[in-house]
């Protein structure tokens, strides 16, 4: 069964200082990993995925399949990045995502 | 731009009432999913679709069905509502296929059972 932990409910840092939002997985066969991202009242949103290697909006997140992780990294983060993170997993047998359980970022002033 | 509609943003139901959650999708996809969002547990798969009249049971389908009878549309229905229930439900949408293939959500309906 395939499975993604997200330990902290809430990260609360100042403007500025660096951001990271872990996530882990357990799979047994190769999975895509995202981070999706729900700012207040807008809807749930891709930020980035594993395969396309990019950076969203400063954000970054390497596949560590060793850790089985895939941390979500900022290094100076802004007020506007104040938001619901969620980390997924979709299996190679289709196309379901399984979601964990999400990490409310707070980004002080 | 993909779109995702859900009908209802609000609803506030009884005990053992009937609930329809309607969704369409305007992109032509072939899957169809219906999650529910609670604070500290992430979104959990009730049923998703991937065809017309297709439907797979996902982590939490019990007290839930679904009907796809048009590709673009895929309901959610609460045959007997429970207050375990309350919660926001989120309908999404993707292509068939695998890399690369993203999962477009709905804004979500918020449901109160009271």
């Known amino acids: 069964a395939q499975r993604v932990t997200q330990p902290e409910k809430l990260l609360s840092v100042f403007k500025g200082a660096p951001v990271e939002l872990k996530c882990n997985y357990s799979y047994s066969g190769s999975p895509e990993l995202f981070w999706y991202v729900q700012y207040s009242r807008q809807r749930l949103q891709l930020l980035l995925r594993?395969?396309s290697r990019e950076s969203i909006k400063g954000f970054t997140a390497d596949l560590n399949k060793g850790e089985t992780s895939f941390h979500l990294k900022k290094p100076f983060a802004q007020e506007e990045d104040s938001a619901m993170y969620y980390c997924a997993l979709r299996s190679s047998a289709g196309n379901m995502l399984t979601f964990g359980g999400g990490t409310r970022l707070m980004v002080k002033p | 731009d993909v779109k995702v509609t859900q009908s209802s943003r609000y609803l506030v139901k009884r005990t053992g009432e009937k609930v329809f959650l309607e969704c369409v999708q305007d992109?032509?996809?072939?899957?169809m999913f219906w999650y529910r969002q609670d604070p500290g547990l992430g979104l959990r798969l009730i049923y998703f679709?991937?065809?017309?009249?297709?439907?797979e049971k996902g982590d939490i389908p019990e007290g839930y069905s679904v009907s796809r009878e048009k590709k673009e549309r895929f309901s959610l229905i609460l045959e007997s509502a429970s207050t375990n229930q309350t919660s926001m439900y989120l309908c999404?949408?993707?292509?068939?296929?695998?890399?690369?293939?993203?999962?477009?959500f709905g804004e979500g309906s918020w449901l109160t059972v009271v």
């Open positions: 992109m032509d996809h072939e899957n």
């Open positions: 594993h395969i």
């Open positions: 679709s991937y065809d017309v009249k297709m439907k």
């Open positions: 999404a949408s993707s292509p068939t296929g695998r890399s690369g293939n993203t999962i477009y």
